[in-house]
């Protein structure tokens, strides 16, 4: 059970925009530590996509974004595409776990 | 670019240490600019943090994994380790090395990662 709470699966049609909830608590996310995302395509190893609630790093598309509100935080894909299917894991930080660093248990996205 | 690249045993007895090193090429660790963490990822699961290291030495841990795991340093040869004793199935993961980012208020974030290794616990 991982401490911050992601969906297992969503899915969307091409061109469609989806959206990846990462709920956390007060010792985590609400407790203002930053949140960043990561990709992982099927065999290969986790890629950076979203660091510091919403900065993309270069090379990634601006079709995705990250946003942070409370103990929540969400990635969004616009103009959803076939090459994003993949897991998505967000990670921050817990204060009661020693200041630990904590990853979402992952969502898969399926694109239809 | 900066590159990582993890090697060591593929398969570990029951008990044993578990031993890997982590290769960096195109940055040196020694700049001071970035910690150099481990993360594993259980056959089918999600991510777990192991710990990470600075050039100086500093180290954290996973409070989980803390007694059973020490991250070192040699900067001559540009290369950082992960020892995990007294290894069970559990530990059965791929096993990355990663290149951390001070993230802007606050913690890490890992910006660059090695491909992975198989490390498999069995007898």
């Known amino acids: 059970q991982s401490v911050l709470t992601q969906p297992p699966s969503v899915s969307g049609a091409p061109g469609q925009r989806v959206t990846i909830s990462c709920t956390g608590s007060?010792?985590?996310?609400?407790?203002?530590?930053?949140v960043h995302w990561f990709q992982q395509l099927p065999g290969t190893a986790p890629k950076l996509l979203i660091y510091?609630?919403?900065n993309l790093p270069s090379g990634v598309p601006d079709r995705f974004s990250g946003s942070k509100s409370g103990t929540s935080a969400s990635l969004a894909i616009t103009g959803l595409q076939a090459e994003d299917e993949a897991d998505y894991y967000c990670?921050?930080?817990?204060?009661?776990?020693?200041?630990?660093?904590?990853f979402g248990g992952g969502t898969k996205l399926t694109v239809l | 670019q900066v590159q990582l690249q993890e090697s060591g045993p593929g398969l570990v007895k029951p008990s044993e240490t578990l031993s890997l090193t982590c290769s960096v090429s195109?940055?040196?660790?020694?700049?001071?600019?970035?910690?150099w963490s481990w993360i594993r990822q259980s056959p089918g699961k999600g991510l777990e943090w192991i710990g990470f290291?600075?050039?100086?030495?500093?180290?954290k841990y996973n409070p989980s994994l803390k007694s059973r795991v020490t991250i070192s340093v040699d900067t001559s040869k540009n290369q950082f380790s992960l020892r995990l004793s007294s290894v069970t199935g559990a530990d059965t993961a791929v096993y990355y090395c990663?290149?951390?980012?001070?993230?802007?208020?606050?913690?890490?974030?890992?910006?660059?990662w090695g491909q992975g290794t198989l490390v498999t616990v069995s007898s």
């Open positions: 990663a290149r951390d980012s001070p993230s802007y208020s606050s913690g890490w974030y890992s910006d660059t």
């Open positions: 195109g940055d040196s660790i020694s700049s001071g600019s970035y910690y």
């Open positions: 290291i600075h050039y100086s030495g500093f180290t």
């Open positions: 007060s010792s985590n996310i609400g407790a203002g530590y930053d």
């Open positions: 510091t609630n919403n």
């Open positions: 990670q921050s930080y817990d204060s009661k776990l020693s200041g630990s660093r904590i």
